[in-house]
């Protein structure tokens, strides 16, 4: 595994920060009706790609996910500002901005989506890493999904089948506890959700998911067992969001205080105050980074504001790939 250092901490902190902060800008643009249709936010699980990308190799490595997307290409390299303009529906964004919130995707830097079919994603993740072993890539595949996906039965097929063919792929559990509202409690008679890889004889292990740096230290063994060829692994990386499942969720199956304990748990602040007690940096110095932060987080709206819509063509193009398609009005596209 990559080594763990004090810049590495200082890194993860604004990074984790940013995030935060773009999520909490996106919260305010949907309730101004800027961001239309579904939204959700990634508050709280935020260490989850700060320990994925540490332990990944960022030259090659993959990651697919469920419809909580707007962070994690982020953190691949994907342009926060492109991210932005997606979520605005503007022609700049990374899917043109016709994908939206649910669907941001980005070719160049592995990341392949955002799908808003639950467990739609985990059988494509296996796709794309039994592509990788066929044409001897050495690439690795993060899957990721929600608690709520693992009942689905697709999963089960793609894990039999990832283990049978010994595929490069590291299945994640982003386990926040309620899938969109019903606890894991009320949903399963196996509460421990990474037993169910064990019975495919996949390697599988709870982990702390307010703590990157144990999610870096699963991730990378996970990884390196999939690189070396030996398959699948599954973790259950436990952790919790801040706001509701989406920004219509009125959160009545669980309590405001629950909530705050788990802020209590704030990765971020976890992390602020490692920092702080180690002396690596002084209190100012992080005030700094978070002040930065928001500026940044500013100039992605600017950007988006400033640019343009799709025009009406345009979406055509990106439906339609034979030019002279017969049902296509020409005369409602040029109007």
Avoid at 31 to 55: C, D, M, S, V, W
Avoid at 68 to 91: F, Q, T, W, Y
Wanted: charged share 25%.
């Amino acid at each position: 595994m990559k080594e763990i250092t004090m810049e590495t901490y200082i890194k993860w902190f604004r990074d984790m920060s940013f995030w935060r902060k773009f999520e909490d800008k996106c919260r305010s643009l949907y309730l101004n009706q800027k961001i239309r249709g579904f939204l959700h936010l990634y508050n709280g699980q935020e260490a989850i790609p700060a320990g994925l990308t540490h332990a990944m190799d960022m030259s090659k490595d993959k990651i697919i996910t469920a419809y909580r997307c707007h962070i994690l290409p982020i953190s691949m390299g994907v342009d926060p500002k492109k991210v932005m303009a997606e979520l605005l529906g503007k022609k700049t964004g990374t899917s043109l901005g016709m994908g939206g919130s649910m669907h941001i995707f980005s070719k160049k830097h592995r990341f392949y989506g955002g799908h808003g079919i639950v467990g739609g994603q985990i059988p494509l993740g296996a796709g794309i890493a039994f592509a990788d072993k066929y044409f001897n890539r050495e690439s690795v595949t993060i899957t990721i999904m929600g608690d709520g996906a693992v009942r689905q039965g697709s999963l089960h097929e793609t894990f039999n089948m990832a283990m049978i063919w010994k595929l490069p792929v590291v299945f994640i559990c982003e386990n926040n506890k309620y899938a969109m509202g019903t606890s894991v409690k009320r949903s399963t008679n196996i509460e421990e959700i990474y037993k169910i890889g064990l019975s495919y004889g996949m390697p599988s292990y709870p982990v702390d998911g307010m703590n990157p740096e144990k999610i870096a230290q699963a991730a990378s063994t996970a990884i390196e067992r999939a690189r070396k060829g030996d398959g699948a692994s599954f973790l259950d990386i436990k952790t919790y969001r801040y706001r509701g499942h989406s920004m219509s969720d009125a959160e009545s199956y669980r309590s405001k205080k629950e909530v705050f304990l788990y802020k209590q748990k704030d990765p971020i602040l976890k992390l602020k105050n490692i920092i702080l007690k180690n002396k690596w940096e002084p209190e100012e110095n992080l005030n700094f980074i978070e002040n930065e932060v928001k500026k940044e987080v500013e100039s992605c709206v600017e950007f988006a504001n400033k640019s343009d819509y799709p025009s009406l063509e345009e979406m055509y193009n990106v439906v339609y790939n034979e030019k002279n398609y017969p049902f296509l009005d020409k005369e409602v596209i040029s109007s």
